[in-house]
């Protein structure tokens, strides 16, 4: 089912005078989210990371269709200055793994889109609704358009209450798991997963069937025993098993998460370096409107974005971002536009 939201938690910030166009809102995301990651020390450099970025699943910003097509039914109603508020906040979010702003959506991010439908409307997105919460049938596929009704605006319920998303929960609590609220515990109190923890704590030593400890995570050059560390720019040495900063161009390196982001860890040479471009040998990712394309000796050649109507194995082959698949393979196709 396709929904709104946002891929990355960010921190809420103060009233601003500034405003965003829709139409510049992804390259101002792309830029925010690289000054983050600059800052943090997770990325080299900003021209570095604003190449790499259009190619990386987790950080590529594709324009939601069907958001703009209600903003243009007058569906939902875009608030520039609220836009603004919201890439300001990307930019100065905490570099903490656990800090509060990477776990709580800002409220700049979700009423920058205000939906205009009452209970009991018809809708398809989430952004469409007053409540926020478009109830769509249980057998709606993932990557479909499916059409529901809007919930009717509620108050947040208290801990133990039903919930489907956290905004259905009194401030200070997080929708669980189990589908109700709850109120994040303190260190040394059992967990399934990070958000079942107070701000500043992580589930720590959850296995098969065993439950885990709220407990803060490591900083640099403490021991790393559960392989995590406390800030974006860390990593879990395998050889000393102590927290250390990501690796720099020329840094040795044996797989991809020892480097910054923006950097590979080159095959031959097991060190960091810059992800290829387009017509350059790759191993898995290429910068700029590029995908890596291996043939069936394993070798990649970094080629040019995909158009609609070719085959593809990822979204991140296509030109439009979206490969879906077909009765005979999978091709790249706009996004569905539901609304």
């Not at 469409?128 to 049938?137: D, R, V």
């Amino acid at each position: 089912m396709l929904r709104f939201a946002s891929p990355i938690l960010l921190v809420a910030l103060g009233c601003s005078s500034s405003s965003t166009a829709l139409s510049d809102l992804t390259e101002e995301l792309y830029r925010a989210r690289c000054d983050h990651l600059t800052r943090c020390g997770t990325s080299p450099d900003e021209t570095t990371c604003l190449a790499l970025a259009r190619q990386t699943p987790d950080l590529r910003v594709v324009p939601d269709v069907s958001v703009q097509g209600a903003i243009t039914a007058q569906k939902i109603r875009y608030d520039g200055h609220r836009a603004a508020q919201c890439v300001a906040a990307i930019a100065a979010q905490s570099c903490e793994v656990t800090a509060r702003d990477v776990r709580v959506l800002p409220s700049a991010c979700v009423e920058m889109y205000t939906g205009t439908l009452a209970g009991g409307e018809s809708c398809s997105i989430d952004a469409e609704c007053t409540s926020a919460t478009c109830e769509l049938p249980g057998d709606c596929p993932e990557r479909a358009c499916c059409v529901g009704s809007c919930r009717a605006p509620q108050s947040g319920g208290a801990a133990g209450d039903a919930c489907a998303k956290d905004h259905d929960c009194e401030s200070g609590l997080v929708c669980g798991p189990s589908r109700t609220c709850l109120e994040p515990t303190g260190r040394d109190t059992p967990c399934d997963v990070d958000r079942d923890c107070q701000d500043g704590l992580a589930c720590l030593g959850v296995a098969a069937n065993v439950r885990g400890t709220c407990g803060p995570l490591p900083g640099l050059h403490e021991p790393c025993p559960y392989q995590r560390c406390g800030s974006e720019n860390l990593r879990c040495d395998d050889t000393t098993h102590t927290c250390i900063t990501l690796g720099v161009a020329g840094d040795a390196c044996t797989t991809f998460s020892d480097c910054a982001f923006g950097l590979a860890c080159e095959t031959a040479s097991h060190t960091c370096r810059v992800y290829p471009t387009l017509g350059m040998p790759c191993d898995s990712t290429c910068t700029g409107d590029a995908f890596c394309a291996t043939d069936d000796s394993g070798s990649g050649t970094c080629m040019p974005l995909l158009a609609n109507g070719s085959p593809c194995n990822g979204n991140q082959q296509c030109v439009s971002a979206f490969c879906e698949d077909g009765p005979v393979f999978r091709s790249c196709i706009d996004p569905y536009v539901c609304f």
